[in-house]
């Protein structure tokens, strides 16, 4: 099997200035606790001698927790200029840190201009607009005058559409044409005699039949001889 080697990361000023920036925080929060806890020994003993009526002792008692209090006030002191300086000292690596991506970032810039020459840009720049301009002057050229065959095929279009759209403007044709036999209305049958009151038919009937009495009587006389 072969060793594997691992590298480890190295070690800079700051990061030993840090460290020991936290060791002394850390043991500074001690001896604040160990402050406080004999304050408050102090204090209770105060208490005790009062009650025991020996005041001058109980004196004493509270010129020493007086004492530590002060002490204990250079303790904060001495931990907010340690938190103070963790604190620039962060803010120096992180401006540090974006010093660093900031200058590769113009090395890169550096790096990528001086692949690209003024004079090769110009000169595409100048070649491009020529290119573009000759494009434009061939469009104008082919667009000033259409071909005979251009023009066939424009009016054959332009009589196509006239063509669908007067078949579009026609009406719709029925699905089935009636027979004449349907379109045939049932009519009555056309009169040949004008219409005559009742009683005058009545009196035209008896009118024929004595008129025919009296041809037969005629009819049946004897001729004279």
């Known amino acids: 099997m072969g060793n594997i080697f691992v590298k480890k990361p190295k070690i800079t000023d700051v990061d030993r200035a840090i460290l020991s ?23 209770q003993a105060a208490r005790d001698l009062i009650r025991e009526k020996k005041k ?20 904060d002191a001495w931990v907010i200029n340690v938190e103070q300086q963790l604190a620039d000292i962060e803010l120096a690596s992180k401006q540090k840190a974006v010093f660093d991506s900031l200058k590769a970032g113009n090395n890169a810039i550096k ?13 595409l720049m100048d070649d491009s607009a020529e ?10 050229i082919l667009g000033e005058k259409l071909s005979a065959e251009d023009e066939e095929e424009i009016l054959a279009e332009l009589e196509n559409l006239e063509t669908q759209i007067t078949l579009q ?25 004008a219409p005559v009151a009742p009683q005058a038919v ?18 049946e006389e004897p001729l004279p001889a």
Do not use: C, F, H, W
């Open 202 to 219: 009545a009196d035209e009937a008896e009118d024929a039949s004595t008129g025919v009495s009296t041809r037969r009587k005629v009819m």
């Open 56 to 75: 001058d002792r109980a004196l004493l008692a509270l010129k020493k927790k007086k004492a530590q209090e002060e002490l204990l006030k250079q303790v």
């Open 21 to 43: 920036l936290k060791t002394q925080r850390r043991k500074l929060a001690q001896y604040q606790q160990q402050l406080d806890a004999v304050i408050e020994a102090e204090k």
């Open 169 to 193: 403007d026609l009406p719709a044709v029925p699905a089935a044409v009636p027979s004449p036999e349907e379109n045939e209305l049932d009519l009555p049958d056309v009169p040949t005699k």
């Open 111 to 123: 790096a990528i201009q001086s692949e690209i020459n003024l004079e090769d840009v110009q000169k």
């Open 131 to 140: 290119a573009k301009a000759y494009q434009d002057e061939i469009n104008a």
